[in-house]
């Protein structure tokens, strides 16, 4: 027979591995939605996401194709420099973005097209994210604002 002392360590043993094991899955749970990957528009180009994955995108806005629809909805097209994905975004546009800019949207890749669910643009002249900058330098395409 095992001694009552042997038996009680056992018995806390396993209730601490069962609270272990829930506590890591409720923190998993927890974060499912919060976690947002970031990808550049030639890594979207070369194997697209599925339509249910929420994941950030940026890049520079491309020059000539920012288009104010009704209302609120806005398209453009984000580039790297090696390839450009469509965005279409329903809200209102932070103050600093503009065509040439650095942004960063979340959203999801349906059809073909990123649909935005929150658009960030650089908080000052010469801020950019450092995801952006350094899928731009990976391209070749980042100058950097001092020269």
Same mark, same amino acid.
């Given at each position: ?10 018995? $806390? ?6 609270? &272990?094991?829930?506590?890591?899955? &409720?923190?998993?749970?927890?974060? #499912? ?23 950030? $995108? ?5 020059? =000539?194709?920012?288009?104010? =629809? ?16 469509? *965005? ?18 979340? =959203? ?28 731009? #330098?990976?391209? =070749? *395409? ?6």
């Amino acid at each position: 027979m095992r001694s009552l002392k042997k038996t009680r360590r056992i018995q $806390i043993i396993a209730i601490a591995a069962v609270a &272990l094991a829930g506590s890591a899955a &409720l923190i998993g749970y927890g974060f #499912k939605d919060g976690i947002n990957f970031f990808r550049s528009p030639s890594q979207i180009a070369e194997a697209p996401p599925p339509p249910s994955e929420v994941f950030r $995108i940026g890049g520079l806005v491309e020059d =000539g194709t920012l288009i104010r =629809g009704e209302g609120t909805l806005i398209s453009f097209s984000v580039t790297d420099g090696g390839a450009s994905v469509p *965005v279409t975004y329903d809200g209102v546009l932070p103050d600093l973005f503009g065509e040439g800019e650095g942004m960063v949207g979340t =959203g999801s890749y349906v059809d073909g097209t990123f649909v935005a669910t929150e658009i960030l643009a650089r908080h000052d002249e010469t801020y950019m994210p450092k995801e952006v900058i350094d899928a731009l #330098k990976e391209q =070749g *395409v980042y100058r950097d604002s001092d020269g």
